[in-house]
T-cell receptor, first 118, second 112 residues
Framework: ETGVTQSPTHLIKTRGQQVTLRCSSQSGHNTVSWYQQALGQGPQFIFQYYREEENGRGNFPPRFSGLQFPNYSSELNVNALELDDSALYLC?????????????????FGEGSRLTVL | DQQVKQNSPSLSVQEGRISILNCDYT??????FLWYKKYPAEGPTFLISISSIKDKNEDGRFTVFLNKSAKHLSLHIVPSQPGDSAVYFCAAVNSGYSTLTFGKGTMLLVSP
């Protein structure tokens, strides 16, 4: 059983550029969520996808967008990069419905993509 | 407005002793609480959780206690081992929404 994998692991961009981060969810998982972890902070929820539809969004501007593909892999796109976007971006997956009584919050995280914006 | 707070950025403990990591929350709608452990250059890994209908959950050396009236939970590690050295995140979820709200983390250092 393969875990959650993310690419690239590190990247450097300049302000105003666009970036795409990729995630392959754990086998059998159909729900993918993305979190941003800034230095010294805990991970913050960006958005979640369930069966290719966005299913929940945190307090992030529209220039943060995403996709989920039929094989449940996912992309996070950030346009017009700002210095404050420098962070570790974590992808997490789980199986089952996105909400409801069966959800106990346990997520399986990838190692993250560390983005530096200069 | 931080809904999940971990007020101790770091904690140092000697091997074999007890480690106690604390977490407070403000949102009464949270009904599951989790602890994640994170090593450098790795993603967070799930450690233990507790439902809001319980006050204690134990898994080997790890025990989580929940005090709903005080909106406080704690993670006890007994005995602590050097391999436990990591950043520990407290997280909470409203099962109707499935998204995790994390604290800022506590870095635990267990010295031999």
């Amino acid at each position: 059983e393969t875990g959650v994998t993310q690419s690239p692991t590190h990247l450097i961009k300049t302000r105003g550029q666009q970036v795409t981060l990729r995630c392959s969810s754990q086998s059998g998982h159909n729900t993918v969520s993305w979190y941003q972890q800034a230095l010294g902070q805990g991970p913050q929820f960006i958005f979640q996808y369930y069966r290719e539809e966005e299913n929940g969004r945190g307090n992030f501007p529209p220039r943060f967008s995403g996709l989920q593909f039929p094989n449940y892999s996912s992309e996070l796109n950030v346009n017009a990069l700002e210095l404050d976007d420098s962070a570790l971006y974590l992808c997490a997956s789980r199986s089952g419905l996105a909400g409801g009584p069966a959800n106990t919050g346990e997520l399986f995280f990838g190692e993250g993509s560390r983005l530096t914006v200069l | 407005d931080q809904q999940v707070k971990q007020n101790s950025p770091s904690l140092s403990v000697q091997e074999g002793r007890i480690s106690i990591l604390n977490c407070d929350y403000t949102n009464s709608m949270f009904d599951y609480f989790l602890w994640y452990k994170k090593y450098p250059a790795e993603g967070p890994t799930f450690l233990i959780s507790i439902s809001s209908i319980k006050d204690k959950n134990e898994d080997g050396r790890f025990t989580v206690f929940l005090n709903k009236s005080a909106k406080h939970l704690s993670l006890h590690i007994v005995p602590s081992q050097p391999g436990d050295s990591a950043v520990y995140f407290c997280a909470a979820v409203n099962s109707g929404y499935s998204t995790l709200t994390f604290g800022k983390g506590t870095m635990l250092l267990v010295s031999p």
